[in-house]
Structures are given as C-alpha cells and as structure tokens.
Nanobody, 118 residues
Framework: VQLVESGGGLVQPGGSLRLSCAASGFTFTRFSSYDMRWYRQAPGKERELVARITGADGSTRYADSVKGRFTISRDNAKTTVYLQMNSLKPEDTAVYYC?????????WGQGTQVTVSS
C-alpha cells in the first residue's frame, strides 16, 4: 500500500488549502474498508491526530484545535482522502501525514509541508 500526499504549501493566515492523499496497492482489501486519518507534526512537537474518517460509515472526528475549520472527506472510487483546511493559523504550520488503518495494519505517507505565514 502506498499513500502519497499533495497540496501543501505556503499560505497566509486566514487562507485555505486542500490536501489530498492518493492511495494505491490495495490487493486483498478495499480502500473503503480502511479508516483514514490525517496527522500533523510541527518542529519540536509530537505528531498529533488532526482528523479521521471511518471506512464503515464515513463518520468523522476532529481535534479540538481544528473543529469548524478543517473538513476531512474521502472518495472511495478514486481511493483518495482529502483535508480541506480553512481559516488557517500560524499554529497550523506542520508536516501533514496521511495514515490508513485497518485491523493490525497501518500505512503512512511521506508527508506534505504546510506553512502558514505572512
């Protein structure tokens, strides 16, 4: 399984970005059966869970710090998960990682840098 993130970059405070995570290589299991998560890690800080969306029913959960600003979604036909980020703040600056989880399996992407600065 491979996960490839894209969509990061430099944005001014208050701006928006949409991250994408394209998944491939699901041989014996379907992408739709995986819970998909976005994590982020800022310099000197631990990796934190930002948002998750289940494979079972598409329910979502968010970290308190991003509620109302970020939206996670998935397109199972395109085997892609998205993170729409609005009203970005400097404290959102981090490397954002995509994670696919099912049973005992966990796969990670390489990350994409998001920098919020004026």
């Amino acid at each position: 399984v491979q996960l490839v993130e894209s969509g990061g970059g430099l944005v001014q405070p208050g701006g928006s970005l949409r991250l994408s995570c394209a998944a491939s290589g699901f041989t014996f299991t379907r992408f739709s059966s995986y819970d998909m998560r976005w994590y982020r890690q800022a310099p000197g800080k631990e990796r934190e869970l930002v948002a998750r969306i289940t494979g079972a029913d598409g329910s979502t959960r968010y970290a308190d710090s991003v509620k109302g600003r970020f939206t996670i979604s998935r397109d199972n036909a395109k085997t892609t998960v998205y993170l729409q980020m609005n009203s970005l703040k400097p404290e959102d600056t981090a490397v954002y990682y995509c994670n696919a989880v099912r049973d005992f399996f966990s796969y990670w992407g390489q990350g994409t840098q998001v920098t919020v600065s004026s």
